[in-house]
């Protein structure tokens, strides 16, 4: 399997042409968003950060780096290791886009997650 393309937005963002496989990867269903015709094609929270995590790091920009590798810890385990497989055999030649509500994609789950995925 060669690197995927990957990359991260908010589930608030109106999908490009090139949308490709759109996953969101929060454990929280996004407010303000109907569960019927949601505008993407998956939703794994199994590969969210536990709600331990998710609280200590609160999205705080000095806790990002000890944030990722907790949470690559946790990705490690063999239920996230799973869906994370699967999620790669389905991404492989097209577009994967990970979706966050988080306000900054950049500093969320979603970045570690697409780094890692890219990584193989």
């Known amino acids: 399997m060669g690197p995927l393309m990957v990359r991260v ?3 608030y963002d109106r999908p490009g042409p090139e949308a490709g496989l759109r996953v969101l990867v929060d454990r929280l269903w996004p407010r303000g968003v109907a569960r019927q015709g949601a ?3 998956r939703w794994l929270p199994e590969v969210a950060p536990s709600p331990e995590l998710r609280v200590w ?3 705080d920009p ?3 780096g000890e944030f990722g590798r907790r949470y690559r ?3 490690a385990g063999p239920g996230p290791a799973q869906v994370l497989a699967a999620l790669r055999r389905e991404a492989e030649g097209r577009q994967l886009v990970l ?3 988080t306000r900054d994609p950049a500093l969320s ?3 570690v ?3 890692l995925l890219r990584d193989g």
């Open 9 to 11: 937005a908010r589930v």
């Open 39 to 41: 505008p993407w094609d």
């Open 57 to 59: 790091f609160g999205h």
């Open 62 to 64: 000095a806790r990002w």
């Open 73 to 75: 810890e946790e990705l």
């Open 99 to 101: 979706l966050t509500a």
């Open 109 to 111: 789950q979603a970045a």
């Open 113 to 115: 997650l697409a780094e």
